[in-house]
């Protein structure tokens, strides 16, 4: 699978509110030194709610892999409220927000919207949005809303 920079043509904006946007890179401060992962759901197309999951992969500070029962609890939680999942997201404490090897190739939901979070840049948190379509992950257009 190989991965695409450029941003799609005529695919609409993934629109968020900076509140959303904002809570999603505090996960992520909260555990600088591991990738922290979960889910992003939607109502009406339009971001609602996160929904941290546990990373119980064996190299958490390079690697991502939601806990199975956590994973579960968070998608029942989600149908219960009347809302669907639109994404997973996850953070890279020392890399650019670009999707790895490993995430392209561990891709379980793959026609969820991926968000990836970064810590590397000194002083500025950076969030993208990854869509994967035939064998290659698409950057698609990530507009935060006051």
Not at 93 to 101: D, G, L, R, T, Y
Request: aromatic share 6%; hydrophobic share 40%.
């Amino acid at each position: 699978m190989r991965i695409v920079l450029l941003k799609e043509f005529g695919v609409p904006p993934v629109k968020m509110s900076r509140m959303l946007a904002t809570r999603l890179l505090f996960e992520a401060q909260k555990q600088p030194d591991a990738e922290v992962c979960g889910f992003l759901s939607q109502r009406d197309g339009i971001p609602y709610e996160i929904y941290p999951v546990a990373n119980v992969a064996a190299d958490p500070a390079r690697r991502f892999e939601m806990d199975p029962a956590g994973q579960i609890a968070a998608l029942r939680n989600m149908r219960d409220r009347g809302e669907d999942m639109l994404a997973i997201y996850h953070s890279h404490p020392s890399a650019p927000p670009e999707p790895s090897v490993h995430d392209v190739e561990g891709l379980g939901y793959p026609e969820a919207l991926y968000l990836i979070i970064s810590l590397n840049i000194k002083g500025v948190l950076e969030m993208r949005a990854w869509q994967r379509e035939d064998d290659a992950m698409h950057e698609r257009v990530l507009t935060i809303l006051d």
